[in-house]
């Protein structure tokens, strides 16, 4: 395979994995703002986050990123770019109680 052809389907799969991360955030913000609000109706708090939260957040950023900068040849960008997405959606639901989606 083509160098070209290879960093082609390289910026494919990060443009996915971008979508995807981000689309999993906002329903993830949009799915604990739901709760939150229905636990204020019942007059109770929702749990303080965990102290691991926002590191795991950093990393799967940094994990989705990283493929943008280090050139890897396109399997294993794929692999990297779906531990980040897998990341920040377990990441999210373990914030939610674990609920099942």
């Not at 994990?63 to 980040?84: D, G, Q, S």
């Amino acid at each position: 395979m083509h160098y070209f052809d290879e960093f082609r389907i390289n910026l494919c799969i990060c443009a996915a994995a971008v979508l995807l991360y981000l689309l999993t955030g906002v329903r993830g913000l949009l799915k604990l703002r739901q709760r939150k609000r229905l636990l204020e109706g019942e007059g109770k708090q929702l749990p303080p986050a965990d102290r691991k939260f926002v590191p795991s957040v950093v990393t799967s950023a940094v994990l989705l990123v990283l493929p943008l900068l280090v050139y890897f040849k396109p399997y294993i960008t794929a692999v990297l770019e779906a531990c980040a997405v897998l990341g920040l959606h377990i990441t999210l639901r373990e914030r939610l109680g674990g609920e099942k989606d």
